[in-house]
């Protein structure tokens, strides 16, 4: 099957298929076909994610140190690791 591109779609195409770790003939059917292309992380943004799922736990931690304690601080200790855990989520979409 064929069909017809500028020189710049074509660079898009590829450079979008490319994130996604695809060839362009795979990527073309996938968005085709409706279904998820989904991109690849960067390095960065792999160690970015390890560096909060790290922060998370550490300010679990603390808030289970300070239960029972300090009731104010407790809260915001696990409001902080709530915080965390959504910008997590949004490395999973």
Known sequence: MKFRCSTY??????????????????????????????????????????????YHNNFKSIGNMFRGKNDNLTKMVYDTAKEIKEHLKKFSK
């Not at 490319?18 to 059917?29: D, M, V």
């Not at 968005?31 to 960067?42: H, P």
Request: glycine share 2%; proline share 0%.
């Open 9 to 54: 779609e074509k660079k898009l195409l590829t450079a979008k298929a490319k994130l996604c770790g695809l060839s362009l003939s795979e990527f073309l059917r996938r968005t085709a076909m409706e279904q998820a292309t989904i991109e690849c992380l960067t390095d960065e943004e792999i160690e970015l994610y390890k560096m909060l799922a790290k």
